[in-house]
């Protein structure tokens, strides 16, 4: 028994040393969450300007402490619930979702863990069962260099909602014209939903499948008593403005300069006072119209 037990004891040591040492050999590619949008922000931190990425992305960083708590929730609700508990792979959604291709011959439930889609985001590989595979061993490695509010970070930075969208604070500025702090039900809702699927449910594009899956989320929301059937249809009666709104252009001259000046900085402070750089503008703009006039 005493040696039976040493021998398990040695093999999950070796099978440790492993893990590190392929972790070592092998780290995941992190270009992608660097290769961010550059951003010029007023005194109050309120975005003047902002440059796509290298790749012509609107992909903004942000953490999670700077996003409507609501939507966090939301999504971990729909997406991953155990996800603070998990290293990385969901065992239990693994084998339920196995059980349930067995039983009905094609994939009812994913099993994919936001530690393993931040995996597939930061490296893109063909849909295979290899790449699954190579998704979970990434999982692992993510789980063990980051803690898991890194991780969420890094979802909320590169996730996809349509079109040069990456992110949620891109997406929020574009849908909905404000940052991610403060979201309502239904615009936390459609943010669930569009990485889902983000070409297809674009609500600029295609209203009507937008809500579609924003409908969705929100009956997923109520089974799991995240919220209640009548917020779930407030919610979902109230209509997507499907558009997409400007990003701000504020100090648009400055922050070319500033962009130049400082080739290193992704968020360039400046001290401009956004309320006196939004009346200046006015002034200008009014006084350009009289003119032409």
Known sequence: MIRWFLALCGLIMVLIAGLFLLDRLYPPDLSRHGDLSRTVVAADGSVLRMFTSADDKWRLPVRSEEVDPR????????????FWVHHGIDLQA????IGQWIESGRVVSGASTIT????????????TFLSKGIEMMRAVQLEMRFSKAEILSIYLTLAPFGGNLEGVRAASLAYF??????LTVAEAALLVALPQSPTTNRPDRHGKKATAA??????????ADVISSRT?????SIPLEGRRH???FRAPHLSRRLLSSMPREATIHTHVVAAYQAAVADIVRAAMGTAND
């Open 177 to 182: 014209g404000k940052s991610p702090r403060r």
């Open 94 to 97: 693994v084998i339920r979702a």
């Open 232 to 236: 779930a249809t407030e919610a979902g």
């Open 246 to 248: 400007d990003f701000p």
């Open 116 to 127: 393993m889609q931040v995996a597939r985001l930061l490296e893109r590989r063909p849909r």
């Open 71 to 82: 939507y966090i929730t939301f999504l971990l609700a729909c997406e991953d619930k155990r």
């Open 214 to 223: 924003r409908t969705r989320v929100l009956q997923r929301l109520v089974a």
